[in-house]
């Protein structure tokens, strides 16, 4: 319990820090047109939580907009390339959100490859006029770290990155469901994160 409220006020300090900071790389401001497209795998569906508690579904709610969610759960990143295209097409977002390669790590394939799958997405993203932010996924070892691919894409790209909170609410019971995933909290807190992030990188 104390952790958990530990976090909470973390992420509450932390935004109000950043409010006054720096936002780093920026994105085009939204506006009642803007299509918001979260792509991922379960993390990005929301397994572990009840229909309407994913991160997606609290971001819709803080943003005012839909947010669709383009979660596939077991999904690895060359298979989320190849799927990608055709939601760009489908949906035409103004904003891609992307969270993957959690997969990648789970059956420990190549991260360089996984790093290449990653740039060829938001390459792709923004050949098509959208911004992304990046959300970084923490591999499981010693602990939980964000790999530095995630950083290193994000830094090529001059893309935001939210790169704690998923190592925040995989570390504390209170906020996940399994070991891998959130539960409705957590994916509240992820939403309020990614919600900062893109109030912060919004260009003025």
Not at 1 to 17: D, E, K, Q, W
């Given at each position: 319990?104390?952790?958990?409220?530990?976090?909470?006020?973390?992420?509450?300090?932390?935004?109000?820090?950043?409010?006054?900071c720096d936002s780093g790389p920026g994105i085009k401001p939204l506006n009642q047109e803007s299509v918001v497209l979260a792509f991922g795998d379960s993390l990005t569906h929301g397994t572990g939580a009840s229909a309407g508690q994913s991160y997606p579904d609290v971001l819709s709610e803080l943003l005012g907009r839909q947010v669709?969610?383009?979660?596939?759960?077991?999904?690895?990143?060359?298979?989320?390339?190849?799927?990608?295209?055709?939601?760009?097409?489908?949906?035409?977002?103004?904003?891609?959100?992307?969270?993957?390669?959690?997969?990648?790590?789970?059956?420990?394939?190549?991260?360089?490859?996984?790093?290449?799958?990653?740039?060829?997405?938001?390459?792709?993203?923004?050949?098509?006029?959208?911004?992304?932010?990046?959300?970084?996924?923490?591999?499981?070892?010693?602990?939980?770290?964000?790999?530095?691919?995630?950083?290193?894409?994000?830094?090529?790209?001059?893309?935001?990155?939210?790169?704690?909170?998923?190592?925040?609410?995989?570390?504390?019971?209170?906020?996940?469901?399994?070991?891998?995933?959130?539960?409705?909290?957590?994916?509240?807190?992820?939403?309020?994160?990614?919600?900062?992030?893109?109030?912060?990188?919004?260009?003025?």
């Amino acid at each position: 319990m104390r952790r958990s409220i530990f976090l909470i006020f973390t992420l509450f300090f932390s935004s109000l820090l950043f409010t006054g900071c720096d936002s780093g790389p920026g994105i085009k401001p939204l506006n009642q047109e803007s299509v918001v497209l979260a792509f991922g795998d379960s993390l990005t569906h929301g397994t572990g939580a009840s229909a309407g508690q994913s991160y997606p579904d609290v971001l819709s709610e803080l943003l005012g907009r839909q947010v669709i969610n383009g979660g596939i759960p077991g999904e690895v990143s060359a298979v989320g390339l190849k799927r990608l295209p055709a939601v760009l097409e489908e949906y035409n977002p103004t904003l891609v959100i992307l969270c993957h390669g959690g997969n990648d790590f789970l059956r420990k394939l190549n991260q360089v490859t996984t790093s290449s799958n990653l740039d060829a997405m938001i390459t792709l993203i923004r050949s098509r006029g959208a911004d992304v932010v990046l959300v970084g996924v923490p591999k499981f070892g010693f602990g939980l770290q964000v790999p530095e691919l995630y950083s290193q894409i994000a830094d090529q790209h001059t893309i935001p990155l939210q790169k704690e909170i998923l190592v925040d609410l995989l570390s504390d019971n209170s906020m996940k469901s399994d070991v891998i995933h959130p539960n409705a909290t957590g994916y509240r807190l992820m939403a309020e994160a990614i919600y900062d992030l893109i109030n912060r990188a919004q260009k003025k």
